[in-house]
């Protein structure tokens, strides 16, 4: 059953592939209001939650840091409530690397303190935390993932990767934040999905496990990799003035979620490409996004974002 708010970001077009499926199942609902939760949790037979839910671009939640905290901290409360009150089996909560902060050597591992830099970062800190405390004080059956970027099939188009893909078909600049030479591990979302299931069937309850493919990429060689594959010039790389706080490098040790088996299956290049031959193919998908309110954001996003040379 999918429980989803339908912000901005939220698209039913998502779950064509759902739509004959009798398994299947949708609620429009916010996750901050308990009274609903309870509702579906009781009239569904709900015995798990994975917590997707969340508030997930930085840049947004330096404009408007109050959406976030509501409902990556809030929103994750009413969640484990409902898991405690209602005797659920596990509430698997899926977390980000972001909020390790910035790591300039070496690898996070699980055990690691927590040093969020952005309010996105530091709200995802405090649903970790929340889900930890209720695990210690009442057993709430949590499990937590801390996965690094996802890219692939249907991520909304102010993500950076599918965000150079879509300018770059459109002959748009590329708006690459700083000297480009922040490291990110870019892991394909079926890989992704892969390691949050071994923790919901196999991970130990309140355990913490990263999740990403261990491979590191400047965000300047990302944007080349795009244009090379869609045969434009690198010209359309466009050096733009850095946000604020922006984390240099992010790193994940997966020792732990590999010891159950796991393991990341698609190289970067094949990531990329698998990612920019969606995107190219489905036009339809994305091209009704890019208007209306995601204009409005981009303008406010990088209209007026100094160009460095």
């Known amino acids: 059953m999918v429980y989803d708010k339908l912000t901005y970001a939220g698209n039913l077009d998502n779950l064509r592939d759902l739509e004959d499926n009798p398994r299947h199942s949708f609620v ?20 798990t939650i ?19 905290i509501q409902t990556d901290i809030y929103g994750t409360y009413v969640l484990l ?11 698997i909560h899926i977390s980000t690397d972001e909020v390790y902060g910035e790591v300039m050597s070496g690898s996070s591992v699980e055990s690691d303190p927590l040093r969020p830099r952005s309010p996105y970062a530091a709200s995802k800190a405090g649903g970790d935390l929340i889900c930890l405390a209720y695990h210690t004080t009442y057993g709430t059956p949590v ?31 590329l708006p690459l934040y700083g000297d480009g030479s922040q490291m990110r591990d870019y892991q394909y979302i079926i890989d992704h999905c892969e390691g949050i299931d071994t923790v919901l069937h196999q991970g130990k309850i309140g355990e913490i496990y990263n999740v990403g493919s261990g491979v590191e990429i400047r965000n300047i060689d990302m944007a080349k990799g ?15 003035e850095d946000r604020p706080g922006h984390d240099r490098r992010y790193s994940l040790d997966t020792t732990k979620l590999q010891s159950l ?44 974002r100094k160009i460095l040379p």
């Open 50 to 68: 994975l917590n997707f839910a969340a508030e997930t671009h930085v840049d947004r939640s330096i404009f408007e840091p109050g959406s976030f």
């Open 261 to 304: 088996g796991w393991g990341s299956r698609h190289a970067f290049q094949e990531a990329l490409e698998k990612t920019v031959k969606w995107y190219t193919e489905n036009e339809w998908w994305w091209r009704k996004i890019k208007s209306g309110e995601y204009k409005e954001w981009y303008e406010r996003q990088y209209g007026k």
């Open 143 to 173: 499990v937590i993932t801390r996965g690094s970027n996802s890219i692939g099939p249907y991520q909304y188009p102010e993500k950076v990767v599918p965000l150079f893909i879509t300018n770059a078909l459109d002959d748009l600049p």
């Open 28 to 47: 429009r609902g916010d996750i901050c209001d308990m009274s609903l939760v309870d509702r579906v949790i009781q009239e569904e037979q709900i015995s």
């Open 226 to 240: 795009i244009l090379r594959l869609l045969k434009k010039p690198e010209s359309l790389i466009q050096y733009v």
């Open 81 to 91: 409530e409902a898991t405690k009150k209602f005797g659920l089996d596990r509430m």
